[in-house]
């Protein structure tokens, strides 16, 4: 029983950290540029799970006051989120603008190709 | 304008991002150019007499909208940031004027109001860090000088500054996920976001036996040393310097690595204090040995480089190892040498990435074999190459020699002695890939490509010799430099200020 508790206790940091390390390890192991921007992209949204997951209580609502309500979920940490989720919008779009013009400029987004292509210089 | 006086810490950081919108606006090159200049010499203006202030009546907290901390955003202006203040932005308006030919030349005509925008958007960001006292504002305004960085090194005309800047791009985002990923475990364990309010609450009695606290110290020690281009964490940087605009190289070399060193000394010693810092996880020790290891190794791959602007990047390496090598002593000698390297380096770097500027602007290369002889054409400019460059070595009479200086008896103070021979040997470095720019300018024939080849403008050779002469001026006047570096040193390792 023990082991169930402690695993539905630690469930949602799990799957968080999955995702984080996921993300890294495409951005790391990936040669593609937009495949890379994909890891990246997985890897800055996982860190939005880490911190709505603990702000977010289950019955808990907006914090309006008001007597028919007790129990709030913490709103603070879903502003910073929202405020990060425009910077990573933000990154992506400028991410994805550079590799268009990369495109342009080598005929490639394949990491080794572009490299290949530099040491023809 | 005595209205406004309460207002400065909230002005140093709308003035440039009303002035980035306006010059988004503009379509000529020229007109952007001024609205930039006049945004860059207001800045300088504030932040002086926020030190001014800071210096009569200590620490100035500004309540951001009229909510009070640790709810609302504070800027917190004490000693060590209006110190980074007056840096980052004197730098930005010395190197201003050289801006208007130089990136006429390399940038393409439309796009010139672009670039100014970004470059004060970036200004606003850098500045917006080291003012803030907020740490997740710290993250926004990291990402918006990051995100205006990648645009001005993408600016770059030669197609590898696309490259450049996606890498860089990766990177950065990667270090600022990072940060966020630690300030996001320090709110679960302290419930504030607020510098000061955090390291209240963050007690030694929690902090020793609490993991996530140390996950979070390492997090954020990652995430800034990605920033900060910390030894083997830089590979973005020698590129990234290198195709960039060289009025953007010039500005970023300056002031960007340094504000990231800013927020690691912030999170050392006045969120975590040094208790937690360096006893808990042996944060000194590797970093440390990777100072030395990015003094010795960056400094041989700036002796086999071609390209010089890129042989100028690695010496950044070099030098950046020195800062953190002053921050891992963690004495007052040490972290004062670190703070006045922090700020002699980026003086001298300053002159060093204009000179190939205007090297660039006249011979249109910058590679090492194309400046043969360049010496004799241009006298004054190559002369302040010869200046600064003695500044890196760390000769004495320059600013070099006084951080380096401070780091020795730092090193002293700790009894690691064996330190202070490190530090004379990749000074000697220096001696080489300084000395062999110097060789092949000074005692050479000219080359063809040389020899039509004159001093630039007095708009371009201005700053050039300025910044050249402030690394003298710092080398014999310590009072401003070390003065107050050594007094914000003092107050960093008394805990919480």
């Not at chain 2, 009546?57 to 709810?71: Q, R, T």
């Not at chain 2, 439309?110 to 003012?131: E, N, R, V």
Request: charged share 10%.
């Amino acid at each position: 029983m023990e082991v169930v508790k402690v695993f539905a206790g630690y469930y949602n940091y799990g799957v968080t950290i999955f995702l984080m390390v996921a993300g890294l390890y495409i951005v790391i192991a990936r040669g593609n540029l937009i495949k890379k921007l994909v890891g990246l992209s997985l890897f800055q949204t996982s860190v939005y799970l880490l911190y709505i997951e603990p702000a977010k209580i289950i019955g808990g609502t907006a914090p309006i006051i008001d007597p028919a309500f007790k129990l709030y979920s913490n709103p603070l940490p879903h502003v910073l989120i929202l405020t990060a989720i425009v910077v990573g919008v933000a990154t992506l779009a400028l991410g994805l603008a550079l590799v268009v013009r990369i495109h342009e400029a080598y005929g490639t987004i394949e990491e080794e190709e572009i490299f290949a292509r530099e040491g023809e210089e | 304008m005595r209205a406004l006086m309460p207002h400065l810490p909230a002005l140093q950081v709308v003035v440039p991002l009303i002035g980035a919108l306006l010059t988004a606006l503009m379509r000529r090159g020229t007109t952007a150019w001024a609205l930039a200049l006049l945004v860059s010499l207001i800045m300088p203006a504030i932040a002086i007499s926020l030190l001014l202030q800071v210096l009569g009546s200590g620490p100035i907290s500004y309540h951001l909208g009229g909510w009070a901390p640790p709810w609302g955003i504070e800027y917190r202006v004490d000693l060590l940031n209006a110190f980074i203040l007056v840096l980052v932005s004197g730098v930005a308006a010395a190197m201003m004027p050289f801006a208007r030919r130089s990136v006429a030349a390399e940038v393409d005509a439309d796009k010139q109001a672009w670039f100014y925008s970004m470059y004060l958007l970036c200004l606003t960001g850098l500045l917006g860090i080291t003012i803030t006292g907020d740490a997740f504002n710290i993250f926004v305004f990291m990402e918006i000088s990051a995100l205006s960085t990648y645009v001005l090194i993408a600016l770059g005309k030669d197609r590898r500054a696309l490259v450049a800047a996606y890498q860089y791009l990766i990177m950065g985002t990667i270090g600022a996920t990072f940060y966020v990923v630690g300030v996001g475990l320090l709110y679960l364990v302290t419930g504030s976001l607020n510098i000061l309010d955090i390291a209240q609450r963050l007690g030694p009695a929690v902090a020793e036996s609490s993991r996530p606290v140390l996950a979070a110290l390492a997090f954020l020690t990652v995430g800034i040393s990605l920033k900060l281009a910390l030894f083997p964490l830089h590979v973005w940087l020698p590129n990234a310097y290198a195709y960039a605009p060289s009025f953007a190289s010039a500005f970023l070399a300056a002031t960007a690595t340094k504000v990231a060193v800013y927020v690691l000394l912030r999170l050392f010693f006045s969120v975590f204090g040094v208790a937690i810092s360096f006893k808990s996880l042996p944060i000194s020790e590797v970093m440390l040995a990777l100072s030395v290891a990015a003094m010795f190794i960056a400094s041989l791959l700036a002796i086999f480089e071609q390209n010089v602007k890129r042989m100028l990047a690695y010496s950044s390496l070099g030098q950046i190892g020195y800062i953190t090598l002053g921050i891992s002593l963690a004495n007052e000698a040490g972290l004062t040498g670190g703070i006045v390297h922090l700020f002699n380096h980026a003086v001298m770097k300053a002159a060093l990435f204009l000179v190939l500027g205007a090297v660039l602007f006249r011979i249109g290369s910058v590679r090492l074999a194309d400046l043969a002889g360049i010496g004799r054409q241009m006298p004054l400019t190559m002369g302040a190459f010869v200046v600064a460059g003695l500044a890196i070595i760390g000769a004495p009479g320059t600013a070099g020699f006084i951080s380096k200086w401070y780091l020795a008896v730092g090193a002293f103070e700790k009894g690691w002695w064996p330190l202070v021979f490190l530090i004379l040997a990749s000074s000697m470095l220096a001696v080489v890939y300084i000395g062999r720019v110097v060789e092949v300018a000074w005692f050479r024939e000219p080359s063809v490509r040389v020899q039509q080849a004159t001093d630039p403008p007095l708009s371009m050779l201005m700053p050039v010799l300025i910044l050249a002469g402030a690394t003298i001026y710092f080398g014999f006047d310590t009072d401003v430099s070390a003065g107050i570096a050594s007094q914000a040193a003092h107050a960093l390792l008394g805990g919480i200020k």
